[in-house]
């Protein structure tokens, strides 16, 4: 009989960190790129230094450091709280961080190469960027816990 196949890989609690980044990387370029390719009219890539490649990869980037570098202040908050949030408090959460961090990079679109036509827009991707990323991230929790 044939063993079934297992993941031998360990556990590095260290390297969550650079996973979540990684991932969260992986999931905006992705929302980023189909929100350009459905939307052309609402979401722009690149400037006329900046190629749409490069805009969907500086873009991805800065909104995966921001989602990175606000996960230790919803733990924080957890821990004051004394209890752990539930899914729809962290998806809350992160649609204001994401909202945040569109618009942020929208409005210096010349250094990014990100463009949307207006706030609304901005509150469209920040929701979608929510719900890929919460995928994401309890993928990747269910993962974590499966290993330890």
Do not use: H
């Amino acid at each position: 009989m044939a063993k079934p196949k297992t993941n031998n890989l360990p556990f590095v609690p260290g390297m969550m960190t650079p996973i979540s980044y990684g991932l969260l990387f992986a999931a905006n370029g992705l929302v980023i790129s189909l929100a350009n390719t459905w939307f052309p009219q609402y979401v722009v890539l690149g400037t006329v230094n900046i190629s749409a490649l490069w805009a969907v990869l500086l873009s991805a980037g800065v909104l995966a450091l921001i989602g990175t570098l606000t996960m230790p202040f919803f733990q924080e908050y957890e821990s004051r709280r004394g209890r752990m949030l539930s899914d729809k408090e962290w998806m809350v959460g992160y649609l204001v961080v994401n909202f945040v961090g569109v618009w942020l990079v929208a409005r210096v679109s010349e250094i990014f190469g990100l463009g949307v036509t207006s706030w609304m827009v901005v509150l469209g991707l920040a929701a979608v960027l929510d719900l890929v990323q919460g995928f994401v991230m309890m993928g990747l929790e269910k993962y974590k816990t499966q290993k330890q």
